[in-house]
């Protein structure tokens, strides 16, 4: 059994892990590294492989071809609905003759990306119930589970591989989040019982691993918005607010409290239309039928003109949470649109800047345009999707597993991961391994 690193393992984002098991591969997600297409507009199509792999944004799957691999790819399995997890795959998935497996909702936002993009896949889609599984035939048969977990979108899942030598757990992305506000919490019995069958690697996310915290549950991030909305709310102001495109949970509270504010809640950018219209088709997002979606040209100018004229009676939800050029928030921010900011609006930031340098270079600007117009800027109103070093400890212990791969981020966070595990009982090269992109590992 080989574990290949491809992507994600030096950088955050543009994950892609390779499990090599006798004559088959099975792929683990495939991410865009989304620093590489900031500043690429979304009306700018980039529809050919060959342009991504230009600009950086593809996890470089040629590994595969000079390993002789390519051919032995039997399918490819995402974890959830986040771009750097799911957005590689219009252009790394017809290189397969694989199946691309997900749960329903991740696989209905790829549907959602594509038709966006005029893009098609001849790959089979195929979707996969929370806690449900697909059975894999290559050379061998592979039982696969997607176990519930939680995480900033809808249905993630932890994805376990069942093979005739022990069980893969891939778990990028999770939080243990107890008390979720939309869904349900962690499946522990069943990564329990995994646990108890014989778990071989856990390949984990340790975004946050530096970090000396347990992350808090979504649930906080409710009472965050409760007290800003309505402790510090003018009731003449206009109000906006940005946040992830692909957190339903956080759309939902934002909406009810909108309503609770007697406002009409409007949603403004494309990603943000995207990502609401896939949970619309799966039937998870019933708080839709309150909201205004705008997407277009035309219909954002028309709404945000009214808004300007009767902002006390609206909440607009925009796109441009990491400050990104050309989002309704940047354009706001440079008097482009026909909302106009002043002294009395609020500009809400449900979200905190993904650390990655140009991140916060966008981001510093956005603010320093912002505070031009005198608004109330309220920033980091939110919690974290990805788990701290205490529920990384909690993982490891929860699944104690043979081999600890720590996944997703730079090295400094890879080490960080490490040495938690370190910390546990393990061994550094023995079972537990830092892994860099091109790496190999074997089992």
């Known amino acids: 059994m080989k574990i290949h690193a491809i992507g994600g393992y030096n950088e955050v984002g543009k994950n892609m892990t390779a499990l090599e098991v006798d004559q088959d591969v099975i792929l683990f997600d495939a991410g865009l590294f989304l620093p590489a297409i900031v500043g690429v507009s979304e009306r700018e199509k980039i529809p050919t492989e060959k342009g991504m ?32 997890h799911v957005g590689g795959i219009p252009y790394n998935a017809p290189r397969y003759n694989a199946d691309v497996v997900g749960t329903p909702y991740t ?12 893009q098609r ?55 243990l989040d107890n008390s979720p506000v939309f869904g349900d919490k962690p499946n522990y019995g069943r990564l329990k019982e995994l646990a108890h069958i014989g778990v071989k690697a856990l390949i984990v996310d340790c975004l946050y691993a530096p970090d000396d915290r347990k992350t808090p549950s979504e649930n906080i991030a409710k009472e965050l918005l409760e007290d800003v909305f309505f402790s510090t709310t003018h009731q003449n102001a206009g109000m906006v607010i940005t946040t992830f495109s692909s957190h339903i949970a956080r759309l939902k509270t934002i909406t009810e409290f ?31 039928s309150d909201v205004k979606l705008c997407t277009y040209r035309k219909q954002v100018d028309k709404i945000l003109s009214i808004v300007n004229k009767n902002r ?48 916060e270079v966008n981001k510093e600007q956005l603010e320093r345009r912002l505070k031009k117009f005198h608004v109330r800027i309220f920033d980091n109103v939110h919690v974290s999707g990805h788990g701290g070093r205490e529920d990384l400890r909690d993982l490891i212990q929860l699944t104690k597993p043979e081999h600890v791969v720590p996944s997703h981020g ?8 490490a040495n938690l595990a370190i910390e546990m009982g393990y061994k550094l090269n023995k079972n537990v391994h830092i892994m860099q992109n091109g790496g190999v590992l074997e089992l």
């Open 312 to 359: 006390n009676r609206y909440l607009v939800v925009c796109t441009g949470h990491q400050g990104e050029p050309g989002s309704i928030l940047d354009r706001l921010a440079k008097g482009q649109l026909p909302l106009r900011l002043n002294s009395e609006d609020q500009v809400i930031f449900s979200s905190k800047t993904i650390p990655a340098p140009i991140n």
């Open 107 to 118: 696989m209905e936002v790829l549907k959602v990306l594509m038709e966006d993009a005029g």
């Open 53 to 84: 792999r230009a600009l950086g944004a593809l996890p470089d799957d040629v590994y595969l071809d000079n390993k002789g691999l390519r051919e032995k790819v039997r399918a490819i399995l995402v974890s959830h609905a986040h771009l750097d």
């Open 258 to 288: 909108g309503k609770r504010l007697n406002r009409e809640v409007v949603f403004v950018g494309r990603s943000l239309i995207k990502y609401c219209l896939a949970a619309q088709r799966i039937g998870k997002a019933p708080f839709l």
């Open 410 to 417: 730079d090295l400094k966070k890879l080490l960080a991961g």
């Open 121 to 175: 896949i001849k790959n089979k889609i195929v979707p996969v119930p929370v806690n449900g599984t697909y059975m894999l035939k290559g050379n061998n048969q592979y039982k696969i589970e997607f176990i519930n977990m939680t995480h900033s979108t809808l249905q993630c899942a932890i994805i376990a591989v069942h093979t005739s030598k022990g069980i893969i757990l891939y778990a990028n992305d999770y939080k």
